[in-house]
């Protein structure tokens, strides 16, 4: 003998069920968005510290030409 549900009691179940997996995807989303937000901001960070020493080591020696022969 099966057991057989009525679908009207079926389909809330589906529909509750579609409405969790939803919401999931929407945070796995949100996440993702947090975490390549985060590593970009760390990234542009370690690129300021890497142009602050070039920009410290890179410095040419001034100087100024007095006259022309």
């Known amino acids: ?3 057989v549900e009525p679908e009207s ?3 809330p179940e589906v529909e509750k069920l579609t409405k969790q997996i939803k ?3 929407e945070k796995i989303e949100t ?3 947090e975490k390549y937000g985060k590593a ?3 990234l ?3 690129l300021e510290n890497v142009n602050a020493e070039e920009e410290e080591t890179s410095e040419e020696p ?3 030409v ?3 022969i």
């Open 66 to 68: 007095v006259s022309e």
């Open 1 to 3: 003998m099966e057991i």
């Open 62 to 64: 001034y100087v100024e």
């Open 40 to 42: 970009a901001i760390e």
């Open 31 to 33: 996440l993702e968005k």
């Open 44 to 46: 542009a960070k370690q």
């Open 23 to 25: 919401e999931v995807k």
């Open 9 to 11: 009691e079926v389909q």
